[in-house]
């Protein structure tokens, strides 16, 4: 079963690299998978739908080349005008000559983003968003992933509403799955897999399931964040046993540590699961595959669409996250993606400005072991070791001078055998000193680290992680002499509020968007370290000795674990606001986000503890309670993006490409009406150099209200706002306002600012100013 695991655990990280894609192009009468775009208002009267049409065309195009026969995946309805199809060469040559024919783009494929959650959001029974959204009632949320375990204690219906008589999905049969496993709670189940099999990939039939149940325990993870039931799970320790007390899952915990409630974000909400994530030997996810889960999410009529998922970086006219986001944006659904887990600047994925994009933060939760030495000395470290085993009084081995250098690289068998071994190089791969250890026959083990740390799934030896500043007085002890001992160790101990917290997880994407840098990326930051929710409980994710433990909660991190934290909220401001757009929907978290960590200092960065930026973590931690009640918004409509997308230069044929549409009118802007802002200097000439931007706010207050503009303006820059007092006399009033930005020639690379509109009733909206300089 830990196959199982490394194998997944492995897809996770792949960065997915194409080669096959274009050797396989060389070949004519090889047949490959591309998605079509049509002109929908080309097809012919006599066929009654356009699904009959894309088949008939396929059909006709076998005549001339009839070498591989073709194969027709998917018509799409919603998301674009066209289908997928698998096609040689030759065939393609002949469709792309059609007059109905727009655009041809090859398959790709994409990968999931994993590597006391809604307290610490400020979430809470009495009072706030939960009880006013009544807990995220009716809202429908699909998640677009590796599939559900339905019978997980999150996903029963206690409590909830009727399924809403506006729904059309449906629980698909298949694979260890039938329509009876759906409930209240969970109201549609789907696969895809067509494109997957069309690139002849082999889906695995000894773990993943030919059906929406979940392979991974990823989907599960992040449907039951979104909106899980509120339950507790009583010991999910080595076995598995689930008490029903009413609708709680009892005591949810990942072995032991992060024990409490579980409960998603929208805990009434409805869930959907769209599975297009698949476990195989190379890739997870084909295009094809997701455009079809989101059509049919769409069609179905989910309310919030979460993806934690994404594919290489392309123009918004290739990327089918983007193309099908925007036809789901025009039906007012809200559409959350997690940013991607590659750390480095510039590296956002799902970055379409109509695309709710979101970053991964700490949460103020952390797992510890103390230990005690012979000499009384006590220390606190890291350990997410799976059991709550007590050690006392236990020799404590630190080598001698010539076997210590290197930290634990090698360990004596005959002489560590049956102790705990100090490892004390803070350099040194931390995942490789604990297979030295565990192969040496030590009892436990103590890493000295300034920095790294251990996956929770690495622990499979009681360990623990002390920082380096306690190097010193442990090294002093163990030198003294040839009899220290460790009088005590104790695992699975849980801390809550500390911090700082949150802080942007290392491994988060980070801004500016490389396709569209002049909207600011991410938008916000959600957990996405550490964060508990359901899982398959029947493979072992983790190992203690000889023993493969299984649970029905797990520790997962990842932005793909921060996605649905922002869907269920949204889930939950739309319960309050029904007729708020999916832009407005945006505006209300981005405008209330926390700017602080739970220390009030700026928000920091968790690789190297430094105050980090909004390129980091867009406007802040989102914060619930905030976004119910945001005083402004700043609002988009389609037309507003089409704007956009006219002003970024983009051909008839990349425009039709996106808007499902061979007609379409627009002014060229590239300035949105969004929430935050970012200029980018670098071409500056002048000494002085400006730019402005013109924004709309509407009143969603409901008192008549005067506003007062607050600059935080950084070092080397001026900022005005104009005018910087705007009166509301009622509710959804509009106003606009100009801000410009003036800067010298020499100012750093990064500079943040924020603009606040603060009125006499507590609102205050307050957007990020972020300008570049190279
Ligand atoms: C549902 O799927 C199972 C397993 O694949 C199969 O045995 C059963 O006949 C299917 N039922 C229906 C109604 O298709
Ligand atoms: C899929 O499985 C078949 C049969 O086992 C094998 O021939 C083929 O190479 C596999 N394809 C991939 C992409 O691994
Ligand atoms: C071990 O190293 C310490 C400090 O580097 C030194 O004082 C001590 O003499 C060394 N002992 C032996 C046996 O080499
Ligand atoms: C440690 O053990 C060695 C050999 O076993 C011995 O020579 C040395 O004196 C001992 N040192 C102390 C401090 O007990
Ligand atoms: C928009 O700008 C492009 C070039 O940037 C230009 O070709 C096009 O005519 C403009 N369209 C409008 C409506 O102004
Ligand atoms: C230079 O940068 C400013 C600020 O982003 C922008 O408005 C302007 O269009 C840029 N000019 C050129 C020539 O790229
Ligand atoms: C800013 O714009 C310049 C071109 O004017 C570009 O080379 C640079 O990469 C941009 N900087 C960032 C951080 O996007």
């Not at 997701?290 to 918004?316: E, K, R, W, Y």
């Not at 914060?623 to 409509?637: E, K």
């Not at 980018?680 to 506003?707: I, M, P, W």
Request: hydrophobic share 35%; charged share 15%; aromatic share 10%.
């Amino acid at each position: 079963m830990t196959r199982f695991l490394s194998s997944s655990v492995f897809l996770v990280q792949l960065i997915m690299l194409l080669p096959w894609l274009s050797i396989a192009s060389l070949e004519p009468k090889k047949s490959q998978t591309y998605i079509i775009h049509m002109d929908h208002s080309l097809k012919p009267e006599h066929f009654s739908n356009h699904e009959s049409w894309h088949q008939h065309t396929v059909k006709s195009l076998s005549s001339a080349c009839v070498e591989d026969k073709e194969t027709f995946l998917y018509s799409y309805t919603h998301v674009m005008h066209g289908f997928s199809a698998k096609l040689t060469s030759c065939q393609l040559a002949e469709l792309e000559k059609l007059p109905a024919h727009i655009t041809t783009y090859k398959e790709s494929f994409g990968k999931m983003f994993t590597t006391h959650t809604p307290r610490f959001l400020g979430l809470n029974r009495g009072s706030g968003i939960w009880p006013t959204a009544s807990y995220g009632k009716d809202a429908i949320i699909g998640v677009i992933d590796t599939g559900i375990w339905p019978e997980s204690e999150s996903f029963n219906d206690k409590g909830m509403s009727e399924v809403p008589s506006r729904w059309k999905g449906k629980c698909e049969n298949g694979t260890a799955f039938s329509p009876s496993l759906c409930n209240n709670k969970l109201i549609g189940a789907r696969s895809f897999s067509k494109g997957l099999q069309a690139a002849g990939i082999n889906i695995s039939t000894e773990y993943d399931f030919d059906s929406a149940r979940d392979y991974f325990g990823h989907g599960s993870h992040t449907s039951s964040t979104a909106a899980g039931n509120e339950g507790r799970n009583q010991g999910s320790r080595v076995l598995t046993m689930v008490t029903k007390t009413c609708n709680y899952v009892y005591g949810a915990s990942h072995f032991g540590y992060a024990n409490g409630v579980a409960k998603g974000i929208a805990p009434r909400a409805h869930l959907a699961m769209y599975k297009v994530l698949w476990l195989s030997d190379t890739e997870v996810s084909a295009a094809t595959d997701v455009l079809a889960g989101m059509d049919q999410a769409i069609s179905d009529g989910v309310d919030i669409m979460s993806l934690s998922l994404g594919f290489d970086n392309t123009p918004l006219f290739k990327d089918v996250i983007a193309i099908a986001s925007l036809s789901a944006i025009e039906k007012g659904i809200v559409v959350v993606c997690a940013a991607g887990n590659d750390a480095a600047p510039a590296s956002i994925h799902n970055g379409a400005p109509w695309i709710m994009t979101v970053g991964a933060g700490t949460l103020d939760r952390s797992y510890i072991a103390t230990l005690e030495l012979g000499n009384g000395l006590n220390f606190e470290g890291t350990s997410y070791f799976p059991m709550s085993v007590s050690i006392t009084n236990r020799h404590l081995y630190y080598g001698s001078n010539d076997t210590r250098v290197g930290g634990c690289k090698y360990l004596p068998r005959d002489q560590v055998k049956g102790k705990v071994v100090l490892c004390d190089d803070s350099n040194l791969d931390l995942n490789g000193q604990m297979q030295t250890v565990i192969l040496s026959g030590a009892y436990a083990a103590i890493f000295l680290s300034e920095s790294l740390l251990l996956d929770p799934e690495e622990y499979s030896l009681p360990g623990v992680v002390l920082h380096t500043r306690y190097a010193k007085a442990i090294k002093e002890y163990a030198t003294t002499s040839n009899n220290t001992i460790v009088k005590s160790m104790r695992f699975g101990l849980t801390k809550t509020g500390t911090g700082p917290a949150p802080q942007v997880a290392y491994f988060s994407s980070r801004g500016p968007d490389p396709i569209t840098p002049s909207v600011l990326k991410p938008d916000i930051l959600a957990p996405g370290v550490d964060v508990l929710g359901a899982v398959r409980p029947d493979v072992s994710y983790i190992e203690a000795g000889r023993y493969e433990l299984v649970s029905n909660y797990m520790l997962m991190s990842g932005t793909s674990m921060a996605a649905p934290h922002v869907a269920g909220i949204a889930a939950l401001v739309k319960a309050v606001h029904r007729d708020w757009s999916p832009a407005a929907i945006r505006s209300a978290m981005v405008t209330t986000a926390t700017k602080t960590d739970n220390t009030l200092g700026t928000i920091r960065d968790q690789w190297n503890g430094e105050i980090a930026t909004p390129l980091a973590f867009g406007a802040g931690l989102v914060n619930p309670n905030g976004a119910m009640d945001p005083g402004l918004i700043y609002d988009m409509g389609p037309q507003d993006y089409i704007n956009f997308l006219c002003g970024l230069g983009y051909t008839a044929t990349q425009m039709s490409t996106i808007l499902r549409s061979s007609q379409w009118s627009c002014e060229n802007r590239t300035d949105l009406n969004y929430p935050t802002f970012i200029a980018n200097f670098s071409n500056q000439t002048t000494l002085l150099s400006e730019k402005q931007f013109t924004r709309t706010v509407r009143n969603v207050g409901d008192h008549a209200s005067t506003y007062r503009a607050s600059l935080k303006v950084p070092p080397g820059m001026i900022l005005e706002v104009e005018p910087n007092t705007i009166k509301f006399t009622n509710k959804y009033q509009e106003q606009k306002f100009v801000l410009t930005i003036r800067v010298g020639q020499h100012i750093p690379k990064v500079n943040y600012g924020y603009l606040e509109w603060i009125d006499e009733h507590n609102h205050i909206v307050s957007s990020p100013i972020v300008v570049l300089k190279d």
